[in-house]
């Protein structure tokens, strides 16, 4: 970098932005341009190719329940408690977190029940009739206060039977009328059914509230949940919502044949999951949208915080239905928490609009080189470089993982790391085996950069000199968002499993 003067760096970065300008990508639909920006929905979008933004704990943050809803988010979250005899009264369960009923903000009552909650929605969505998105409804069976008895499967199908009647019918979304719609699909199971024709379009279901059951019996969830299936399913009652089971994070079998605590057969009902994030959920997230069924995901992973850009950027590139948000409003607030990437990740879009496995042309190289693995061959110490796109070479292919890992294709035990593994100016990039270093993460922004993680993320993938030659190595400099050596082009490359975890 030091040999080039800077006045030929601008000259020739100024000649790289024409030339990027007017250079045609290899395909319009899969070549991603910066800013990075996910596609939006149309009324011909399915419900389950839609992610959608959450606050975590909704109940518990914001002076309104409804001003969330006003904010724009159209996924949101109440924790309820198995206590008492909620389930004869009108009001039903305590909303609460751990073992008492409290103060929340769906009214003005001490002891908020569900049904306060629900009301709220109800007059939300009456109120804005031109609203065309479907509501998701997270209800979380939490069970700290009695974990003994708490949400046993007979509690399970009553919660279900109560949100059946606390929700109006012209309002709510069920399961029973998606297994009625996939019914004639072909599938040997319910979920293949599901896979093979997807949910209905949104345009069909803009007035409707769909609520999804998480949590329960602590040490038995998935169990209870079945239970639950089974105690409607024997009573003859039609099934209102949709048990989320708990899937590991690392565990897409569970997505595709079989649940954790129940059988395969069982496991064939459930078109939803519950998934904490962790080590290379992205393996999950692009199950569950193959699938087409819907994914909470919570917690965070790798290094990050799930208010960070590149979290979200993972999730819906890889597949996330709804991401949950640790958001931080007391109940006295009357502001809601705005992501400040939300004009490139807005409340709702298309799921996997953002590409999660690609290749990296850069604008320096008129989009015609990519980053490499030099010589595609892999072992520790390979240089990074520019060089000539291949779309079949899997030295050129990457995958972005949850813990923000580029790994390729070719050899995927590897990571693209940095010689040394200390971020600074200059410093090159080389292959290295993936040990959860921090040097080994790369942080994407909406300009297209990739900044490693180690150094508070201010070095940034950068091309050596702008050269756009064959060859060019691949190093660190600082952070600049107007520097098209370090603005990258994603191209969406076809998913591969991943073999070296």
């Known amino acids: 970098m030091e040999s080039v003067t800077h006045v030929v760096r601008i000259a020739s970065r100024f000649a790289a932005v024409l030339g990027a300008l007017f250079a045609l990508p290899a395909s319009a639909q899969t070549t991603f341009v910066p800013p990075l920006k996910a596609a939006q929905s149309t009324p011909a979008t399915r419900v389950d190719q839609l992610y959608y933004l959450q606050p975590h704990n909704t109940y518990m943050h914001g002076k309104d329940f409804s001003g969330w809803l006003d904010a724009g988010y159209r996924a949101v979250e109440i924790d309820v408690i198995d206590r ?24 003005t009552a001490q002891q908020t029940r569900l049904k306060d909650c629900l009301d709220v929605i109800l007059a939300w969505k009456a109120s804005h009739p031109g609203d065309t998105t479907p509501l998701l409804v997270f209800v979380d069976m939490k069970a700290s206060w009695d974990p003994a008895s708490a949400w046993k499967s007979d509690e399970v199908g009553m919660l279900d039977e109560y949100i059946g009647k606390a929700i109006p019918a012209q309002n709510r979304y069920t399961y029973a009328e998606l297994m009625s719609y996939i019914n004639s699909a072909p599938g040997a199971s319910p979920r293949l059914k599901l896979k093979s024709r997807g949910w209905p379009a949104i345009g069909s279901l803009g007035n409707k509230i769909i609520v999804l059951l998480t949590g329960g019996h602590i040490g038995s969830v998935n169990q209870n949940m079945n239970g639950g299936r089974k105690w409607l399913s024997d009573r003859g009652k039609s099934q209102n919502t ?62 990050f915080t799930n208010k960070d850009y590149a979290y979200a950027y993972i999730g819906v590139a890889q597949g996330v239905g709804a991401l949950g948000i640790d958001v931080s409003e007391s109940l006295s607030s009357t502001t809601y928490y705005q992501p400040d990437w939300i004009g490139s990740i ?50 050129q292919q990457f995958v972005y993982t949850a813990k923000g890992q580029l790994r390729p294709k070719g050899n995927n035990k590897y990571c693209l790391d ?80 991943p073999t070296g975890f």
Not at 84 to 106: I, Q, R, S, T
């Open 84 to 107: 008492g005899n909620w389930e004869n009264e009108a009001a039903g369960p305590y909303v609460a977190h751990d073992l008492n009923p409290m103060k929340a903000n769906c009214g």
């Open 346 to 395: 807005p409340y709702v879009g298309l799921r996997r609009s953002l590409p999660g496995y690609f290749m990296m042309p850069t604008l320096t190289s008129q989009q015609r080189g990519c980053i490499d693995v030099e010589g595609g061959s892999y072992g520790n110490g390979k240089s990074i470089v520019q060089w000539t796109c291949n779309n079949g070479a899997g030295n």
């Open 242 to 303: 949709f048990f989320c089971p708990d899937v590991d994070a690392g565990d897409p079998e569970e997505i595709t044949t079989q649940i954790d605590g129940m059988s395969a057969s069982d496991s064939g009902y459930f078109f939803c999951a519950n998934v904490k994030a962790g080590d290379h959920d992205e393996q999950v997230l692009n199950r569950s949208a193959e699938y087409r069924q819907l994914l909470h995901l919570w917690g965070s992973s790798g290094d």
């Open 418 to 497: 940095i010689k040394g593994g200390t971020a600074g100016q200059n410093k090159e990039m080389n292959l290295w085996d993936c040990d959860g270093g921090r040097s080994e993460k790369w942080y994407i922004t909406p300009d297209g950069l990739m900044a490693n993680r180690d150094q508070d993320r201010r070095f940034c993938m950068d091309v050596y000199g702008n050269s756009p030659a064959n060859g060019a190595r691949m190093k660190l400099w600082p952070c600049d968002k107007n520097d098209t050596a370090q603005r990258l082009v994603f191209r969406q490359v076809p998913d591969w499993y």
